[in-house]
């Protein structure tokens, strides 16, 4: 549990992309993660009421958490069968308002989007920025170029779209819902 500052004010995808690897490598290179670990274990055998307060405390200090995890590069199977999607929900605790998890899992991408509908009412719109910008950065990879600046398009439903095996999968979820996945 880190806290990184986004370059949300940066329209050159490839600047912005720079930015959080190196935000992202000062974190790992400082003392900040194994602190936050540390924290986390100690609260975890404090009282429940301390534990609370100290948690709204961190939590009030960010806006969102999120988290990847890399899963298995080639399917798993379980009694036999493929399991073919696997999804989480990143823990949201001390009130936050919105969660993002992001699972890669044979040859996949899976995003899902968590968000209080008062802070969020279109969680829709997160989700199609994620899959657009991914959609860019691979371009832009695949080429070896530079790319023009970019604006983020307006948001579009989630599910109104098919996507190509080499584009994310992407669920959505509010806190008074079932988790759907986007087809």
């Not at 009282?47 to 399917?75: C, E, F, Q, Y």
């Not at 080499?166 to 959505?172: C, D, E, M, N, Y």
């Amino acid at each position: 549990l880190v806290q990184v500052s986004l370059p949300v004010g940066e329209w050159r995808r490839e600047r912005r992309l720079r930015l959080v690897q190196e935000r992202m490598q000062a974190l790992k290179h400082s003392h900040e993660a194994v602190t936050a670990f540390q924290l986390l274990a100690a609260l975890g055998v404090a009282p429940r009421k301390l534990a609370d307060v100290l948690m709204n405390l961190l939590g009030s200090k960010a806006t969102a958490v999120m988290t990847n995890v890399i899963g298995p590069r080639w399917p798993v199977y379980l009694c036999g069968r493929r399991v073919g999607t696997v999804m989480f929900w990143v823990p949201q605790s001390a009130r936050m308002g919105v969660g993002v998890s992001i699972l890669s899992y044979a040859g996949q991408v899976t995003v899902g989007v968590s968000t209080d509908q008062g802070l969020v009412p279109d969680p829709e719109a997160i989700v199609a920025g994620f899959e657009t910008e991914f959609k860019a950065l691979r371009s832009w990879a695949g080429k070896g170029t530079r790319s023009r600046p970019h604006r983020p398009a307006g948001a579009r439903s989630a599910r109104s779209s098919r996507r190509p095996s080499s584009s994310p999968r992407v669920a959505r979820a509010d806190r008074t819902s079932i988790p759907a996945r986007a087809r």
